[in-house]
């Protein structure tokens, strides 16, 4: 069950890049919870192809619902939504078909399907199948803000350009949130996102591209998701993100940072705030043995620079088994990060909304927000 | 089920670190996989406390097999096996029982189990439990081992040390794997190892604990392995070794190293070497697409300190809900790393024992070793 | 995960009734296996409402292929069909919707879904989401057949009437086999169709329905599928027949006629025939201990009567809550045997076949029969 | 993961009949269920072979809890508990070990593992791995009866002697189910309880064995568990029920007696009693759809004889691949519905509770009975 994650509530994904459609079903769902599909077009808009600094394949990206809605809500039935193909262009691949394109799973999907996979556009490989993750995902992300749970993703890095940190504050760190959702290019400084955007312009011109780190943040979430060792927030959420195309490394709080200190540097103390317990720090990142502490969880992703580039590489023809060059045509993203961001949104919702029907029961979708006091 | 993982092979855990025993249940073994205690007892002996750079807390981590071996084989069904704990000394934990551990998973574990977890020494969460992952872990990398698949861990980094790099030469490669496996301190570089040790022996004289990095690497992977997406080889380890306390972050090939690059500098190459297509460089870590594509796989952890610091932490005390101090007393270690990296081998075997089961079928584990050209 | 099924290869159904569209999602395919549209085609006419003894609602039924399948074969990446909704005529359950239907799921829907459910025909509770397991099912059975496994079930017992049993003598009974799948009311003797078939048309000239007992062979099994306990053969299809609407009972060789027997009198003695094992009798329907023995396998289900019947019933008002009476109208089926033994065929299909790849790995959809000597 | 079952609660069995021991891992649980030793004692009790009618191999079956009990209670993480075998006579098997024993999985056994399997006794296909379910099954059992849940089973037929039916009257029914409980031989009419006590004796005598069924009535399910298809009580129960070494059939309600009933007659009413809604008969079992409806759960499995007789049988060597006779030693039950009753009672217990977790949550588990009203 490749295609298929997660214990509480499920979400499959189907559908190859050329072929007739891509989709998603959830089930799980408890009875009742809505289904907005201006919200799911909004989060569907924020991953569309924009400008000089995405390709030029755009698709109208229209989400058909064919199960498991009745009156704008979750039955509690298998949902099944569907997204058609409409703008394939697949002769831009043919001439191409056996030149293996470095960096791309055309030769891992040789040696695993043997053959039979559709490699026009890379297959089931293909960054489209994201499509359906976030309209999916716009469900979870949805249900979770009437929970009282915020979730937004930034920029961190981008073509080695650094986006400003977070704020310590939580007040103006939920703006920050509020702000990345209604953005375009989600980053925090609006400067940066210039120099960021001119970054990757400079590299689709030389036909190359960039890559860098997603941070999300989760403002909100309650204390005591998730499970020791092999559920835990952690391993839930990084089975997830590594399911993302081009994403080579995730880590939370300090993550990578927390090798060089030593325990009385890295631990978060507890302090009572009124009622609640909380860390004086959060280099934890909101997890504590792999189980959510009530602070914010935080997050970074590491996402490869698109492989599809435009200058010639060196590879392997794989009908000729000879050594040869490719030049990759066809119409390709020179920077992925800015549409990136609500999939990895939309995934983080998702598991986090399968830990929480594993804590609370399907009950938990149903009602208003937690009281964490 | 939290405590179980994996498709084709499953393994589970149980046991609290001061309760009768520790243990797990692995299913999915083919009939007549060797079951070689000596090897298991090999494997036992490298994560045993050793020296001043270990916890003083000794066990003889003597493994019983209850059942799904006969006659030195699997049997093919459920296999447990069990590890009594003998040397407790709960007394030392009841008087801080209510004080919340900084960086530790006695508050999660409050909010979590609400009060009715066995909070004796971190009980489930305690690192006591990835005795029995070893031990089973130990049947998976015997058989990978059969296949001609081998797998080693080094510290990378250690107290803000780092150990020498990886070969890039494949026969010098396949030496300082073997070297790793059969040394009780795994670095690359003798007089790294030195200092390192002198680290942890000095944040130990002062009460404290070090973190650092563990990088693995197999050889002899066929490629293949692995799904698109949610089952990708990069999914299935994460979610296994984000289940090893302390870890908060895992990456792959360059990781996040990947962040500032340009797709022109990190694809990897494909050439033919002989009748095999290889990469000329190895950026992606082995993975492409999320499946494996022939090459050394190679993964890094980041370990983060131990928490149990014999220094006076702030922290809460969660009856009387009020802000305290605390002091630990009992046996820690001023780091776990050395001792982790058998965990980690362990984990690595095991997901990817599951990824050959998913692919081959349990076939796989009979016979001798794939032909990879 | 409540509408997916399966291990080595799941199926997952949606949609409902009046929606617009059912289908079925099937992961686990090995590369390359066939997708025979025409087959399909084939089981679906089999399934289809004819004449007087069926439903006046027709579908065309006809099944998109959305994903997973290239060039005739299954690339072994998610394969979803779908079957849109034509012929609803929703207004034939409105003035109704609150009246609960006796022997129906109204009652029980509104408990489990709080009113969310789409209720209009069934909702997700129709006896139309077996169209797509048919379409889906339709691929193991041709997969099985190539490797010399058939199947097929007859209406052993309808509105109180007998149909011949299957013949002792293998030759024969392959024939049987082979001309029930050719035929559209497959009962093995003629006249007894005559007989069931003017039960079924004067039932329904009463407003009544009539139930009956399906019976299924499985030739050219190899010995050794399923596992003990909770995997068992018995298990795992009786999980899969239980889910077909109006399934109350299933029973294997003699089944509920094993009560009065004593053992000497049960047991299938063991004799060699050429160097295969096989049994004297078959009194265990080819499974022992769970496990398939090579024998041919035979199972029964008992199919209640249709419920939807068009005299005045006693029932409830559920929205008023007080008592009331019914009287359905719309377009029901007198008897659902001779279309539900294809949606039996089907099930039974995918449940070998998923023991198949438990067992065998995926590869044993590869290549040809199996050598069972 | 053919030894494990369950969605919110899973169970895990293992061990062989002459192996060190038999075990089971409950996971799910929610933290401070109790966990209540006496009563498990006396479920075991029910279990165990006493007089003429049962084998004389006898074990204490002390059932040692392992983890996951902490202070008398579920701390909420996996629950291992094993019961020694102490009273094994392997020598009894040996001679006899490449005779396959008619009935029994020997062939089937030789078929899966290859020869790798541990034969003794049957092995992991023992009806002694029940000893585990029943004491795991005790914790569920026990929970169900706090929320007001009562289940008991009683030998409708044994030897083909029927036992009376259940009453029809819910406060005698009640009683009836009470008395099940408290009784050795688990029958409603003491007279016929003697009847099938000679009849068994009197097979014992001859070598012979016998069957029958057994039906288990529940009380107060509460209305709206299980799912449609793949999910529904009747699935969840079958399958559960099926892996009972010796069951061959399961119907619930009516069952089989269905097949020649019109609509008309089948459908159960639904009337208004006080402000909850029954049914006026209960011919389908307390489930409609799949789901439960509220009304008493009532079905039947059946139980072929034991296999293991002392009568000469015709068998195979299979080590010498010819015909040959054998006549079975060793201590067998020559009746097993006595002592399995509790054994299905507890798979019923473990299915329902699964169910709950399914519907309600993990919190389904805390609190008091459900308020049906």
């Known amino acids: ?13 189907f559908g190859e890049s050329h072929g007739p459609a891509v989709g998603a079903t959830v089930t799980g769902l408890a009875p009742g919870v809505p289904v907005d599909m201006e919200f799911m077009r909004g989060q569907m808009e924020k991953r569309r192809a924009k400008g000089k600094i995405s390709t030029s394949r755009t698709e109208a990206d229209a989400v058909r619902v064919l199960s498991g809605v009745y009156r704008g809500a979750a039955t509690g039935t298998a949902l099944t939504l569907v997204i058609e193909n409409t703008n394939t262009r697949s002769g831009d691949y043919t001439k191409t078909e056996e030149l293996l394109r470095p960096g791309h799973a055309d030769y891992t999907a040789h040696m695993k399907y043997g053959g039979h996979q559709d490699a026009r556009g890379g297959g089931h490989f293909s960054g489209r199948l994201t499509a359906p993750v976030v309209a999916a995902g716009s469900i979870f992300t949805k249900l979770l803000q009437t929970k009282g749970v915020a979730i937004a993703t930034h920029l961190a890095q981008c073509a080695g350009i650094d986006d400003a940190p977070f704020s310590g504050d939580p007040a103006r760190l939920k703006e920050q949130l509020d702000a990345l959702n209604a953005a375009d290019f989600a980053v925090l400084d609006p400067l940066r996102a210039r120099a960021m955007t001119q970054a990757i312009e400079a590299a689709a011109a030389e036909g190359d591209s960039v890559g860098g780190i997603l941070e999300t943040v989760v403002l909100g979430l309650p204390a005591g998701l998730g499970e ?5 927030v952690e ?3 990084a089975a997830l993100l590594f399911s993302i ?10 993550g990578f940072g927390f090798a060089g200190l030593t325990g009385s540097r890295a631990n978060d103390a507890f302090r009572m705030q009124g009622t609640r317990v909380v860390t004086a720090t959060n280099h934890n990142g909101g997890v504590n043995g792999g189980i959510s502490n009530g602070m914010p969880l935080v997050l970074r992703t590491v996402v490869k620079p698109t492989p599809s580039i435009y200058k010639v590489q060196q590879t392997v023809d794989f009908a000729a088994k000879r050594n040869a060059t490719l030049q990759i045509s066809g119409r390709h993203d020179p920077c992925i ?3 990136a961001r609500v999939v990895q949104d ?3 919702a998702f598991g986090l909304a399968d830990l929480c029907g594993q804590h609370f029961g399907t009950a938990w979708q149903e009602g208003t927000a937690w009281n964490m006091d």
Chains 1, 2, 3, 4 share one sequence.
Do not use: N
């Open 337 to 339: 990060l800015h549409r």
């Open 235 to 237: 391993s839930t959420l």
């Open 346 to 348: 939309s995934l983080v």
């Open 245 to 254: 195309p081009a994403v080579k490394g995730v880590e939370f709080g300090l």
């Open 1 to 13: 069950m490749s295609d298929t994650y997660g214990k509480s509530v499920t979400l499959t994904i």
């Open 228 to 232: 020791p060792f092999f559920g835990s």
